[in-house]
């Protein structure tokens, strides 16, 4: 590729337990046994991310109620010729009433997304780890997802509101004027223009928001690196965003079909949110190992090449210690740590050829009588000079293994020095 992202490597946002690595099977394989063998977390970040949206949600319906409300007072059946009194002509009106009301419900729709802004840094980051962690979910993760990573949502969702907001604007205007009778010309041009616009900008603010939730960087460095990497790909980008967004396809399907619009809200409800979070994310990482992976994956190798110096050095520290305390315990003799009685002239009784019970008696005496000798020798003699000064030596050196080697200003453990 004839562009660089180098300045998202290192700055993953992730919380302590897990760090993201390139996946050994695929990225889609991956995501495909994540979900299901994990839809139990899939459906409970799910209903945290719909509890962030139900302010919005609550906006779509008190407008529909609004609507109707007006429907039912406006006399829509006047200049028909029958009846009294007489109602002035009602062109246009229809279409009045929704642009005045979508003025006012999309207006709150708006700044509903704030709120809405929440629960998709929150399932966004969770979706993100899931994939990662083969499995790994927790309402901590998520609410870390929503520290690190709302404003990073809260901005571009609010473009991308404002930019469909003046969507549905500009496309009432357009039915107004068709129903005055007027040149609709200019408003076809501009909602047809708004309409790309609005794709386009709500594509790049779902790459400012998977960028946003995946990487810690400063807004403008956000910007740029969500907009190489959307045109670095903008086939697959188009592809994975219609199809991230089945669920929204399958209920704008049931607005004509009654049926389909039951299992689409159904689907909303159980899995809808999460599974555009994580087809998305899914999707976004992939494009982010291309470029961003093998690179943390070095930096793995060099902290794992460290760990195991470390292990190394400190293995060979032990086994210094080890060999040390060896040679100390073989080094310590005990014909020379205390003193022992000498037999040359003590007569020692043996048994025979032949004995009787009487001269195994009599050796166990003489036995006996020997061991007193020895302790009584041992305990008489055992401050002589040359006993205590060879054992305060070996004493010392056992001190030196005793000790931690952090605090100690002793020397380094070693043979050499325990035998000097």
């Known amino acids: 590729m004839a562009f660089t992202v180098t300045n998202l490597e290192g700055n993953e946002l992730a919380d302590s337990d897990y760090v993201r690595t390139a996946s050994e099977r695929g990225r889609w394989g991956d995501t495909w046994s994540v979900f299901k063998s994990n839809f139990g977390k899939i459906v409970l970040n799910n209903l945290l991310v719909l509890m962030f949206f139900l302010p919005a949600v609550a906006v779509?319906?008190?407008?529909?109620?609004?609507?109707?409300?007006?429907?039912?007072?406006?006399?829509?059946?006047?200049?028909?010729?029958?009846?009294?009194?007489?109602?002035?002509?009602?062109?246009?009106?229809?279409?009045?009433i929704y642009l005045s009301a979508d003025l006012m419900f999309y207006g709150l729709?708006?700044?509903?997304?704030?709120?809405?802004?929440?629960?998709?840094?929150?399932?966004?980051?969770?979706?993100?780890?899931?994939?990662?962690?083969?499995?790994?979910?927790?309402?901590?993760?998520?609410?870390?997802?929503?520290?690190?990573?709302?404003?990073?949502?809260?901005?571009?969702?609010?473009?991308?509101?404002t930019f469909f907001f003046g969507c549905v604007i500009i496309g009432d205007w357009k039915d107004l004027a068709a129903a005055h009778g007027q040149s609709i010309g200019g408003a076809m041009t501009a909602y047809v223009f708004i309409i790309i616009a609005t794709i386009f900008i709500g594509i790049y603010c779902a790459w400012l928001i998977a960028t946003g939730v995946s990487y810690k960087l400063k807004f403008g460095q956000l910007l740029k690196n969500s907009f190489v990497l959307m045109a670095g790909s903008p086939i697959q980008t188009l592809f994975?965003?219609?199809?991230?967004?089945?669920?929204?396809?399958?209920?704008?399907?049931?607005?004509?079909?009654?049926?389909?619009?039951?299992?689409?809200?159904?689907?909303?409800?159980?899995?809808?949110?999460?599974?555009?979070?994580?087809?998305?994310?899914?999707?976004?990482?992939?494009?982010?190992?291309?470029?961003?992976?093998p690179?943390?994956?070095?930096?793995?190798?060099?902290?794992?090449?460290?760990?195991?110096?470390?292990?190394?050095?400190?293995?060979?520290?032990?086994?210094?210690?080890?060999?040390?305390?060896?040679?100390?315990?073989?080094?310590?003799?005990?014909?020379?740590?205390?003193?022992?009685?000498?037999?040359?002239?003590?007569?020692v009784k043996t048994l025979s050829a032949t004995f009787s019970r009487s001269d195994l008696n009599a050796v166990s005496e003489n036995r006996k009588k020997l061991g007193e000798e020895i302790s009584a020798y041992e305990k008489a003699h055992i401050n002589d000079p040359v006993y205590k000064e060879y054992n305060a030596l070996f004493a010392e050196r056992e001190k030196v293994l005793k000790t931690d080697g952090k605090k100690s200003k002793n020397k380094k453990i070693s043979s050499d020095n325990l035998l000097r």
């Open 109 to 161: 729709l708006v700044a509903a997304g704030l709120i809405a802004s929440v629960g998709i840094a929150g399932g966004a980051y969770s979706m993100k780890k899931l994939v990662a962690t083969y499995g790994k979910f927790s309402v901590k993760s998520f609410f870390y997802g929503v520290k690190v990573g709302y404003l990073n949502v809260a901005a571009p969702l609010t473009v991308f509101m």
């Open 240 to 293: 994975f965003s219609a199809f991230a967004l089945v669920p929204v396809w399958i209920l704008l399907i049931g607005i004509a079909v009654p049926v389909i619009k039951f299992i689409a809200y159904f689907l909303l409800l159980i899995f809808g949110f999460s599974f555009i979070l994580l087809v998305w994310m899914s999707y976004t990482q992939w494009v982010f190992d291309l470029y961003v992976t």
């Open 295 to 347: 690179n943390i994956k070095k930096v793995d190798e060099k902290a794992k090449t460290k760990k195991i110096q470390e292990k190394t050095a400190s293995e060979q520290a032990d086994d210094a210690k080890s060999i040390a305390g060896e040679l100390l315990a073989a080094g310590r003799s005990e014909l020379i740590c205390k003193p022992i009685l000498p037999i040359e002239e003590k007569q």
């Open 60 to 96: 779509l319906i008190i407008r529909t109620l609004y609507i109707s409300g007006l429907g039912i007072q406006y006399p829509f059946n006047s200049n028909t010729g029958i009846g009294y009194p007489s109602y002035p002509g009602t062109q246009g009106l229809n279409e009045s």
